[in-house]
């Protein structure tokens, strides 16, 4: 790809250091899925609706995809874009992209205008795979809003339209011309909010996430017989790691599910038996707490690995008692995926009230402003380091504050280790909001709406939910003379009309005459905070104790 896909080369010794220790094997993640066509070609590999690929099938729409994309003109190292739901085709996709040496750029369904129009630019695509239509929405409508915008892009195949192309592209019984590729190139350019307006670009190889499934595997113990149930979006770090590459590994099925509805979520475990899942935490407080009038049986799911997002302690516990699979809370980021979280043989309270332990050969510290290690049961700045760690960010200087001089990864989340050496997350350097998972930007939230024309100041804060675990609030303080009051309803429409992401617009209003500030005045957004927690509680929306 032209422009710079990730760092020139894997930091110097850390391919050697992980070689030497067996961490990194040197595999391509889509030769597990040529491998499980050739052992069992008639094995279920992917379920979506009423389609079901087998291995065989799979890895012949993988090498047809391929060879097809190879037609477009795709070279090794260039991005190949993709905003695909829970759909088989992105499965297909991704190991097409990966199998001729690209690097596969997943971007999440819900993405509108802006952030879409800016990541297809950063990514410098040439090649765009969307829906023409998911969930109401006009997916060919919104690109032909930013085509001007994009001079790269040369082709764009809908899916699942009148007359799909990508049908077109995955036809047929051909193969690929060979690429000569290697287990350290980039594979994976994923966006991530961070602490910015501008979304940063990850860069991921075969090894660090080969190797991050591999760790998934050993501490929840999979085998062969697991079945995968994958309501997480794909195009996030979870969905695609163990409902795109993991199921391959272990020559299993993954069970897809494009929009999360709680009983068909039923549905689908029952149905095909599935055992295993990562997912954000509304996703199991409704399979916890909604009730089920049909009466299916979800007894078959033995791990529900709950992350992104904050985890109360009760509803783990909960969810053990009623679903009776191990739930545990699960820490890890784009960036570095999977940190810390405990398996069948932990504590059971330990995977309730504490993020986990260390997995594999991950490692973490939790250091002081100056960067020295507290001791346990203090809280500071958690560094992580470890194979699966990422090479770097898409542009060099967003790596300057991101790693420490000894190539520690900073997190900018604050945490705490207790005496047994079990992580607990208590909050964020990071201003973002955690909502149901998806990391949102408050500076861009605050930027935009810092030019509405009847708004004088602005602050936009995480406020506590029971379903979402965290939800945007808008303290605004309105411009004198600026007309009626302003409404939620006013913000929305504001954000929607410059083409931002539902989940982004914040979800409560709070007119305030001024915002708190310390002396040199910057906004005390903990007062912030503080104040909508109280009203929450006084309101009945949360327990007292969580105010």
Known sequence: ????????????????????AGRWRDRMIDGYVAEAAERRPDAPAVIDGDVTLTYAELERRVRATAASLQDLGVVRGEAVSWQLPNWHEACVLHHAVLRIGAVSNPIVPIYRRRELAYIL?????????????????????????????LPLLEHVVPCRGGGSSFDDLCAGDRAPAPVDRTADDPMLLLFTSGTTA????????HNTLDYENRSIIDVYGLTPSDVVFMPSPVSHITGLLYGLQLPAMLGTAVVLQDVWEVQEG??????HRCTFTVAATPFLHDL???????????????????????????LIRDARERLGCV??????????????TTGPDDPPEKGAVTDGRAIGAAEFRVVDDGGRPVAAGEVGELLVTGPELFLGYRRAEDDADAFTPDGWFRTGDLAVRDADGYLTIRGRKKDIILRGGENISVTEVEALLFDHPRI???????????????????????????????????????????????????????LVPGLPRTQSGKVQKFRLRDTVRAKLASEGVIAPADA
Not at 198 to 205: D, N, S
Request: net charge positive; hydrophobic share 40%; aromatic share 6%.
């Open 456 to 510: 004088a100041e602005i602050a936009v804060v995480a406020m506590p939910d029971p379903v979402m675990v965290e939800r945007g609030c808008a303290f605004v303080v309105p411009r004198p003379d600026a007309g009626p009051p302003l409404t939620l309803a006013d913000l929305a429409g504001y954000l929607i009309e410059r083409g931002v992401a539902k989940q982004k617009i914040p979800e409560r209003l709070e």
């Open 198 to 205: 501008r979304p940063k670009g990850a860069v991921h190889t």
């Open 327 to 340: 739930a545990s809370r699960l820490y890890g980021s784009t960036e570095f995926p999977t940190l810390s």
């Open 288 to 314: 916890t707490y909604r009730p089920d009038p049909g009466g299916l049986d979800v007894s078959s799911m033995r791990v529900f690995a709950c992350g992104g997002a904050d985890v109360p302690p009760g």
């Open 266 to 271: 039923r549905r689908l475990i029952d149905r």
């Open 121 to 149: 630019a950063e990514a410098r695509s040439r090649v765009f795979v969307m829906p023409e239509t998911f969930r109401g929405f006009s997916h060919v409508d919104m690109l032909a809003e930013i085509r001007g915008e």
């Open 1 to 20: 790809m032209s422009g710079r896909t990730a760092p020139a080369a894997v930091p110097p010794g850390r391919r050697e250091r992980e070689v030497a």
